[in-house]
C-alpha cells in the first residue's frame, strides 16, 4: 500500500502550478481578446490577432532575423563550445580551473554591461556590420550553456574508449568525431537546445547591437509597444511560447527528455 501524500504538500504543489502556468494562461487569454487593448479576462474569443502578427511587416522581417540569428549564434557557438568543453574534460588535470571559469564569464556579467561593452568594440569601435555584430553577442551569450552542457556529458564519458580507438589506428580527429560525439549526443541537443531559446528571447544584449533596418523579434515588440497596446502583443509572445513547446516537443520524440536528468 502506497503512503498517503500530506494534503499540506499537494496544496504546496498545487500553488507552485498555478504560479508557474498562471501568467501563461493570462497571456493565451489577452492574446485571444476581441478588444483593441490588452484585457483579462477576455470579453469575446478571437484569432484576429494572432493573423495581424504575419500582417504586420515588421514582425515577419524580425521573425526570420531573429530565427536566422539563434541558429546562427548557437551553431557558432557549438563550434567553439564543443571543443573548449572536449579540452576542458579530456585534460582538466593539466589546464587550470580558472580557464573553465573563463566560459562562464558571459553569464556572470550582467547582460546589460555585456551589451553595452559589445556596441563600444564592436559596432563602433570596430565599425563592423549590424548582423556581424548581433551574430557574434548572440554567439558569446549562449556560449556558456554551450561549454557547461556539452562538458557535463564530457565528464561523465570514459575517454578510455576514445584511447582503445587511437591504439587501434584510428587518427585521433576521426576518434573525436565517430567515438565521442556520438556519446555525448544528448548533451549537444540539450546545450544547443538551451542556446536556441536564449539566443531567440534576448533582449538586454540585442538592443544595444540592433540598429537602422536589422532588429529582433523580442526588440521590434518593444517599439510596437511604445505605439500600441493590443493583444497584438500577447499574440506573439504564444506564438513563441508554442516554437519553445515544438522544439521540446520534437526532442522528446526523437530522443527523449530522460536525458536531461543524467
Same mark, same amino acid.
Given at each position: 500500500?502506497?503512503?498517503?501524500?500530506?494534503?499540506? *504538500?499537494? !496544496?504546496?504543489? %498545487?500553488?507552485?502550478?498555478?504560479?508557474?502556468?498562471?501568467?501563461?494562461?493570462?497571456?493565451? =487569454?489577452?492574446?485571444?481578446?476581441?478588444?483593441?487593448?490588452?484585457?483579462? @479576462?477576455?470579453?469575446?474569443?478571437?484569432?484576429?490577432?494572432?493573423?495581424? $502578427?504575419?500582417?504586420?511587416?515588421?514582425?515577419?522581417?524580425?521573425?526570420?532575423?531573429?530565427?536566422?540569428? /539563434?541558429? #546562427? #549564434?548557437?551553431?557558432?557557438?557549438?563550434?567553439?563550445?564543443?571543443? /573548449?568543453?572536449?579540452?576542458? /574534460?579530456?585534460?582538466?588535470?593539466?589546464?587550470?580551473?580558472?580557464?573553465?571559469?573563463?566560459?562562464?564569464? @558571459?553569464?556572470?556579467?550582467?547582460?546589460?554591461?555585456?551589451?553595452? &561593452?559589445?556596441?563600444?568594440?564592436?559596432?563602433?569601435?570596430?565599425?563592423?556590420?549590424?548582423? /556581424?555584430?548581433?551574430?557574434?553577442?548572440?554567439?558569446?551569450?549562449?556560449?556558456?550553456?554551450?561549454?557547461?552542457?556539452? %562538458?557535463?556529458?564530457?565528464?561523465?564519458?570514459?575517454? &578510455?574508449?576514445?584511447? !582503445?580507438?587511437?591504439? *587501434?589506428?584510428?587518427?585521433?580527429?576521426?576518434?573525436?568525431?565517430?567515438?565521442?560525439?556520438?556519446?555525448?549526443?544528448?548533451?549537444?541537443?540539450? =546545450?544547443?537546445?538551451?542556446?536556441?531559446?536564449?539566443?531567440?528571447?534576448? $533582449?538586454? $544584449?540585442?538592443?544595444?547591437?540592433? #540598429?537602422?533596418?536589422? &532588429?529582433?523579434?523580442?526588440?521590434?515588440?518593444?517599439?510596437?509597444?511604445?505605439?500600441?497596446?493590443?493583444?497584438?502583443?500577447?499574440?506573439? &509572445?504564444?506564438?513563441?511560447?508554442?516554437?519553445?513547446?515544438? $522544439?521540446?516537443?520534437?526532442?522528446?520524440?526523437?530522443?527523449?527528455?530522460?536525458?536531461?536528468?543524467?
Amino acid at each position: 500500500m502506497r503512503p498517503r501524500t500530506h494534503p499540506l *504538500l499537494l !496544496a504546496f504543489a %498545487g500553488l507552485v502550478f498555478v504560479f508557474l502556468l498562471g501568467p501563461l494562461v493570462i497571456i493565451l =487569454g489577452a492574446a485571444l481578446s476581441d478588444t483593441s487593448f490588452l484585457t483579462f @479576462p477576455p470579453r469575446g474569443l478571437t484569432l484576429h490577432w494572432f493573423a495581424n $502578427v504575419f500582417q504586420v511587416e515588421a514582425f515577419k522581417r524580425t521573425m526570420l532575423t531573429s530565427f536566422l540569428l /539563434a541558429i #546562427g #549564434g548557437t551553431a557558432l557557438s557549438m563550434t567553439i563550445g564543443i571543443p /573548449a568543453a572536449y579540452a576542458l /574534460a579530456r585534460y582538466r588535470i593539466v589546464l587550470p580551473r580558472a580557464l573553465a571559469n573563463l566560459f562562464v564569464l @558571459p553569464i556572470l556579467i550582467p547582460e546589460i554591461v555585456m551589451g553595452f &561593452s559589445l556596441m563600444k568594440s564592436l559596432a563602433i569601435g570596430w565599425g563592423m556590420p549590424i548582423v /556581424a555584430s548581433l551574430l557574434i553577442g548572440h554567439a558569446l551569450l549562449v556560449l556558456p550553456y554551450c561549454v557547461r552542457v556539452v %562538458g557535463a556529458s564530457l565528464n561523465a564519458f570514459d575517454f &578510455s574508449i576514445e584511447e !582503445a580507438a587511437v591504439s *587501434l589506428g584510428c587518427p585521433r580527429w576521426r576518434a573525436f568525431f565517430i567515438v565521442v560525439l556520438p556519446n555525448v549526443k544528448p548533451g549537444i541537443i540539450a =546545450g544547443f537546445i538551451l542556446a536556441f531559446i536564449t539566443s531567440l528571447n534576448d $533582449v538586454s $544584449v540585442s538592443i544595444f547591437l540592433t #540598429g537602422p533596418g536589422v &532588429s529582433t523579434l523580442p526588440i521590434q515588440l518593444l517599439a510596437h509597444m511604445e505605439q500600441f497596446f493590443d493583444p497584438t502583443i500577447a499574440s506573439v &509572445s504564444v506564438l513563441l511560447m508554442f516554437v519553445t513547446v515544438a $522544439v521540446m516537443a520534437v526532442v522528446e520524440r526523437t530522443l527523449g527528455l530522460t536525458f536531461l536528468t543524467k
